[in-house]
């Protein structure tokens, strides 16, 4: 299974960007999905998942209202739209995936099996 993340780069307060995530190899309809961020010198931090099982979607109390997490099963893509970015949302966004559904299993990085390689947003104030 590999996951490929793209989509960030540069963009002023107030702007937006969609990232998106590639999955190959597996069965992408029967997992869920999440993306988590991690700033310079801090942890990575849960943003967004939507479940499998009954496409539950789940946010971060940071980013809920500004972002939306979704999903094209035909593609084998999962989608991140950030609108009103603010500086604090620069971070390197990962896309991961997770065989569990629940809301507490899927804001936990260990329940993620894969992970993208990471593509970096940079909000300018």
């Known amino acids: 299974v590999q996951l490929q993340a793209f989509g960030g780069g540069l963009v002023q307060a107030g702007g937006s960007l969609r990232l998106s995530c590639e999955a190959s190899?597996?069965?992408?309809?029967?997992?869920?999905m999440g993306w988590f961020r991690q700033a310079p010198g801090k942890v990575r931090e849960f943003v967004a998942a939507?479940?499998?099982?009954?496409?539950?979607?789940y946010y971060s109390d940071s980013v809920k209202g500004r972002f939306t997490i979704s999903r094209d099963n035909a593609r084998n893509t999962v989608y991140l739209q950030m609108n009103s970015l603010k500086p604090e949302d620069t971070a390197v966004y990962f896309c991961a995936r997770s065989g569990y559904y629940t809301h507490s299993d899927l804001t936990s990085p260990v329940k993620y099996d894969y992970w993208g390689q990471g593509t970096l947003v940079t909000v300018s104030s």
């Open positions: 190899g597996g069965t992408f309809r029967v997992y869920s």
């Open positions: 939507k479940s499998y099982r009954d496409r539950s979607e």
